[in-house]
């Protein structure tokens, strides 16, 4: 063998080693013994979907074909191929992303050409977030983009559109045009209202509800874009919804936490209903709806009119640690 040969085989060995050692690293998710939360991740190959950051992530490593001599020459060519392999493991992240227990992006993607084209500019649009020398012998990048807000995962596939087709009696609130937005219209002043004096030794009622936590903890519930949450008569409580397309962008239909999670006050705020779910259900292979016995059903549409959180997507879902 050439001594060409014997360099590309050195190369190509000297990458699997590194792809390897990169892939047990990327598969730790447990945070050190610092005190925080362990984050909820989905893994899916060399990447992952962190539903805590809202964020995709994915990594690729590169090393420098045997033509290279400069180590200008070296780190360049061996970034560049750690670039493109960390832009095809993203793609693999993003496609892989559920949307219901029966769709993903992928299958979105092959259905409708409009999505095709917005997914393919989200990739574009992928920031590097990590790059360096990895192991004296390649390059590795990690890239990233976001799955809530502006440029995002949820954006490019039409979140609000997907909610409305899982939840067919939802009011989604198009946004508002350009002469709508520059033109307010200003309320009339509302009557006021006289207090009514309680009774005396009536106590004074209980504060409302901010949110809603479904414990789901011990029912295997896979992670989705667009989760529903049943009751037993397998009604869709979702359709209680009214809120707007860039609400549910902006914030996801529900949040995915785990119970020590110190933001999820952030989500659902300080005085959550929380509910504990009987079962799952999906149309496909993967669980991810929700389900709630029929007496917490009626209780929660009945906060629901009190103070309208389902309104403010407050909504989060508890899963277990190693889920």
Same mark, same amino acid.
């Given at each position: 063998?050439?001594? @060409?040969?014997?360099?590309? !085989?050195?190369?190509?060995?000297? @990458?699997? +080693?590194?792809?390897?050692?990169?892939?047990?690293?990327?598969?730790?998710?447990?945070?050190?013994?610092?005190?925080?939360?362990?984050?909820?991740?989905?893994?899916?190959?060399?990447?992952?979907?962190?539903?805590?950051?809202?964020?995709?992530?994915?990594?690729?490593?590169?090393?420098?074909?045997?033509?290279?001599?400069?180590?200008?020459?070296?780190?360049?060519?061996?970034?560049?191929?750690?670039?493109?392999? %960390? *832009? !095809?493991?993203?793609?693999?992240?993003?496609?892989?992303?559920? $949307?219901?227990?029966?769709?993903?992006?992928?299958?979105?993607?092959?259905? &409708?050409? %409009?999505?095709?084209?917005?997914?393919?500019? +989200?990739?574009?649009?992928?920031? $590097?977030?990590?790059?360096?020398?990895?192991?004296?012998?390649?390059?590795?990048?990690?890239?990233?983009? #976001?799955?809530?807000?502006?440029? #995002? +995962?949820? /954006? =490019?596939?039409?979140?609000?559109?997907?909610?409305?087709?899982?939840?067919?009696?939802?009011?989604?609130?198009?946004?508002?045009?350009?002469?709508? =937005?520059?033109?307010?219209?200003?309320? %009339?002043?509302?009557?006021?209202?006289?207090?009514?004096?309680?009774? *005396?030794?009536?106590?004074?009622?209980?504060?409302?509800?901010?949110?809603?936590?479904?414990?789901?903890?011990?029912?295997?519930?896979?992670?989705?874009?667009?989760?529903? @949450?049943?009751?037993?008569?397998?009604? &869709?409580?979702?359709?209680?919804?009214?809120?707007?397309?860039?609400?549910?962008?902006? !914030?996801?239909?529900?949040?995915?936490?785990?119970?020590?999670?110190?933001? +999820?006050?952030?989500?659902?705020?300080?005085?959550?209903?929380?509910?504990? %779910?009987?079962?799952?259900?999906?149309?496909?292979?993967?669980?991810?709806?929700?389900?709630? =016995?029929? *007496?917490?059903?009626?209780?929660?549409?009945?906060? &629901?009119?009190? =103070? @309208?959180?389902?309104?403010?997507?407050?909504?989060?879902?508890?899963?277990? /640690?190693?889920?």
């Amino acid at each position: 063998m050439n001594a @060409l040969g014997r360099t590309g !085989r050195c190369a190509m060995l000297c @990458l699997l +080693l590194v792809c390897m050692a990169g892939m047990l690293a990327w598969a730790e998710t447990k945070p050190k013994a610092s005190g925080a939360a362990t984050p909820v991740v989905d893994l899916i190959g060399d990447g992952k979907i962190d539903w805590t950051k809202m964020e995709l992530r994915a990594r690729g490593f590169g090393v420098a074909p045997a033509f290279a001599k400069t180590p200008a020459q070296i780190t360049t060519l061996a970034r560049e191929a750690a670039i493109m392999a %960390a *832009e !095809r493991n993203l793609l693999k992240v993003i496609n892989g992303v559920k $949307i219901t227990s029966d769709t993903t992006v992928e299958t979105l993607v092959l259905k &409708n050409d %409009a999505t095709r084209s917005r997914v393919s500019g +989200l990739l574009k649009g992928a920031v $590097i977030v990590s790059e360096g020398p990895y192991k004296e012998v390649g390059y590795e990048v990690v890239m990233a983009t #976001s799955i809530y807000g502006k440029k #995002s +995962l949820a /954006q =490019s596939i039409d979140l609000a559109g997907q909610l409305q087709v899982a939840a067919p009696h939802a009011t989604i609130i198009p946004p508002a045009s350009k002469e709508e =937005s520059a033109s307010p219209v200003t309320p %009339a002043p509302a009557k006021p209202v006289e207090p009514a004096t309680p009774p *005396e030794n009536v106590a004074l009622a209980r504060e409302a509800y901010t949110g809603i936590v479904i414990d789901c903890r011990g029912l295997d519930l896979s992670r989705a874009l667009c989760p529903r @949450l049943l009751d037993q008569d397998h009604n &869709n409580l979702w359709d209680l919804l009214a809120v707007s397309v860039e609400l549910v962008n902006d !914030r996801g239909i529900a949040g995915y936490f785990h119970a020590d999670d110190p933001a +999820l006050p952030e989500r659902v705020g300080k005085h959550p209903l929380t509910v504990k %779910a009987c079962a799952v259900s999906g149309h496909g292979m993967f669980k991810t709806d929700g389900v709630i =016995s029929t *007496e917490d059903a009626a209780r929660l549409r009945a906060e &629901n009119a009190r =103070s @309208l959180f389902l309104n403010k997507l407050n909504l989060a879902l508890l899963v277990d /640690q190693d889920k």
